[in-house]
């Protein structure tokens, strides 16, 4: 069984409650056989911690532990992971994690000014051509392209793109954009797509992995 060992590379701020939480994943988008591990950083003392890995509202673990390590399995996960003290639940994170053999995205989160500042990574990890992405912005809210790099684009409703190339395993491309809010501690919900023609399937599309809500106040 293969261990994800990314490091700080593979971590996001999770949702900021006001225990000044955030929720930390070594690798959301993980291959066949990986292992990670999600915990919650900042959490006060006596806390207990519930695990819904399938996002069905029923946790599959509840530890006072604030750090799990998970054998994902194949396929798209949302992940709700729910901050209980005194009976009370203090803060809920939800997270996508997307465990796939042929490639993966994911989207990391900043806030900056009272912006927010996203970087979305595409990783293959076979032969693939034309990779795209297709993420949906909050209605009303501002976007601006911060770097594109070589992402053909266009801004409507979300943004819509792709890269004229050809990639191979280990091969990352990235994207980096801003959201501005129309008012001051607004959440949104995050979703979008990445695509790509897999060598010997033709066209494949799956969940970008990530935060699903960030906020801070």
Same mark, same amino acid.
């Given at each position: 069984?293969? +261990?994800?060992?990314?490091?700080?590379?593979?971590?996001?701020?999770?949702?900021?409650?006001?225990?000044?939480?955030?929720?930390? $994943?070594?690798?959301?988008?993980?291959?066949?056989?990986?292992?990670?591990?999600?915990? $919650?950083?900042? *959490?006060?003392?006596? *806390?207990?911690?519930?695990?819904?890995?399938d996002g069905d509202?029923?946790?599959?673990?509840?530890?006072?532990?604030? +750090?799990?390590?998970?054998?994902?399995?194949?396929? *798209?996960?949302?992940?709700? $992971?729910?901050?209980?003290? =005194?009976?009370?639940?203090?803060?809920?994170? +939800?997270?996508?994690?997307?465990?796939?053999?042929?490639?993966?995205?994911?989207?990391?989160?900043?806030?900056?000014?009272?912006?927010?500042? $996203?970087?979305?990574?595409?990783?293959?990890?076979?032969?693939?051509? *034309?990779?795209?992405?297709?993420?949906?912005?909050?209605?009303?809210? =501002?976007?601006?392209?911060?770097?594109?790099?070589?992402?053909?684009? +266009?801004?409507?409703? =979300?943004?819509?793109?792709?890269?004229?190339?050809?990639?191979?395993?280990?091969?990352?491309?990235?994207?980096?954009?801003?959201?501005?809010?129309?008012?001051?501690?607004?959440?949104?919900?995050?979703?979008?797509?990445?695509?790509?023609?897999?060598?010997?399937?033709?066209?494949?599309?799956?969940?970008?992995?990530?935060?699903?809500n960030p906020y801070?106040?």
């Amino acid at each position: 069984m293969r +261990r994800s060992v990314l490091g700080i590379l593979g971590l996001v701020l999770g949702v900021a409650s006001a225990w000044g939480m955030d929720l930390l $994943v070594t690798d959301f988008i993980p291959s066949p056989g990986d292992t990670i591990a999600i915990w $919650v950083a900042g *959490a006060p003392d006596g *806390a207990e911690f519930h695990w819904d890995l399938d996002g069905d509202g029923t946790p599959e673990k509840v530890t006072s532990e604030s +750090r799990i390590e998970w054998a994902v399995p194949e396929g *798209a996960h949302q992940v709700v $992971v729910s901050v209980v003290l =005194g009976g009370k639940t203090i803060a809920t994170f +939800r997270a996508m994690v997307v465990c796939d053999s042929r490639f993966g995205a994911f989207q990391t989160v900043m806030l900056e000014r009272g912006q927010f500042i $996203v970087t979305v990574v595409f990783r293959a990890k076979t032969v693939l051509r *034309a990779p795209g992405l297709s993420l949906k912005t909050p209605v009303g809210w =501002g976007t601006e392209m911060i770097d594109p790099g070589s992402f053909v684009y +266009r801004l409507k409703g =979300g943004i819509e793109g792709l890269w004229s190339l050809e990639l191979y395993p280990g091969d990352e491309l990235t994207i980096t954009y801003r959201l501005l809010p129309l008012a001051k501690g607004m959440a949104f919900t995050f979703s979008g797509t990445a695509s790509a023609f897999v060598e010997g399937e033709g066209y494949v599309e799956l969940p970008v992995a990530g935060l699903i809500n960030p906020y801070w106040p």
